[in-house]
C-alpha cells in the first residue's frame, strides 16, 4: 500500500487477470478506477485508450508504445516500473537447483506462456524477447488461470514458465516449484501509467506523482526491454 497525501491511498480491488479492473485509488472525493495490461475486458492498448477516453475507467498500467500504435495526443504515458521476469519451474526441471540462470542458458528450454493475445503489446513484448534471445515461448492452451497453471509446471519437468518479480502467488508445499532470477541482461516488463487529459479527478494529479517521485532505475545497462518501449 502507498501513501499518496492526505486521505489518498493506493490499494488492490482484485486480482491482475480479473475481468474487473484490477486496481483503484481510495481517494478522498471517490476512486480512480484503472487497470492493469492483460486484463481480459481491456485486453490491449487501443482498449484501454478507448476506455480512458471515454471516462469508463481512470487510469491504466500498459507497456507502450507497440509498433505500428502510437498514442493519440490526448493520452500521457508515464514510466513507473521495470518489473524484471523470473523463470518458474517444478522441482524436476533442468534449471530447478540453479540459484540464477543467464537468458542465454534459457535456449532450447520451452516456456509456456498460455493466454497470450496476438495483437497486443504484451504478445509483441514476448515476440521480441523471443527474437532478441532465440527463446522458445509457447501459447499453446487455453489460460485456464493461475491455479492450473501452477499445477502443470510443478508436474511437467518440460515446461518453465515466466512470471513477474512482483506477482505474488500461492501455491501446495509439494508442489516444490523454484522463482529464479534472470540475468545477463535481465529482461523487464516496463510498466507506464496511462492517463486521459483532460480528467478532472482531483487523485489523478496524485497519483502521477508518486510515481513520478518514486525511484526507478529505467533503462539501466543490465537490463533488456524492447526498442520500441517509451523512455521515462
Request: proline share 10%.
Amino acid at each position: 500500500m502507498a501513501d499518496l497525501g492526505p486521505n489518498t491511498v493506493v490499494t488492490r480491488c482484485s486480482e491482475p487477470g480479473s475481468t474487473t479492473a484490477s486496481g483503484c485509488v481510495i481517494a478522498g472525493n471517490g476512486k480512480v478506477r484503472w487497470i492493469f495490461g492483460q486484463d481480459y475486458g481491456h485486453p490491449d492498448v487501443e482498449a484501454a485508450v478507448a476506455a480512458l477516453t471515454s471516462g469508463a475507467i481512470d487510469a491504466s498500467f500498459r507497456a507502450v508504445a507497440m509498433p505500428g500504435r502510437p498514442l493519440p495526443a490526448e493520452i500521457e504515458s508515464v514510466r513507473v516500473l521495470d518489473e524484471p521476469l523470473q523463470l518458474l519451474t517444478g522441482p524436476a526441471h533442468a534449471l530447478a537447483d540453479a540459484r540464477s540462470v543467464t537468458i542465454a542458458q534459457l535456449a532450447g528450454h520451452r516456456i509456456w506462456m498460455p493466454g497470450i493475445v496476438p495483437g497486443t503489446e504484451w504478445a509483441a513484448y514476448y515476440d521480441d524477447l523471443v527474437a532478441e534471445f532465440g527463446l522458445t515461448i509457447e501459447a499453446t492452451g487455453p489460460n485456464f488461470g493461475s491455479d492450473a497453471l501452477l499445477d502443470t509446471i510443478a508436474d511437467t519437468p518440460a515446461l518453465a514458465t515466466f512470471m513477474g518479480e512482483h506477482t505474488r502467488l500461492v501455491w501446495p508445499t509439494d508442489h516444490g516449484l523454484r522463482r529464479i532470477p534472470v540475468t545477463d541482461p535481465i529482461p523487464v516488463y516496463p510498466h507506464s501509467l496511462l492517463l486521459h487529459h483532460p480528467n478532472p479527478h482531483p487523485a489523478l494529479a496524485a497519483l502521477r506523482a508518486h510515481f513520478i517521485a518514486t525511484p526507478a532505475s529505467h533503462d539501466a545497462a543490465e537490463t533488456w526491454a524492447p526498442a520500441w518501449v517509451i523512455p521515462r
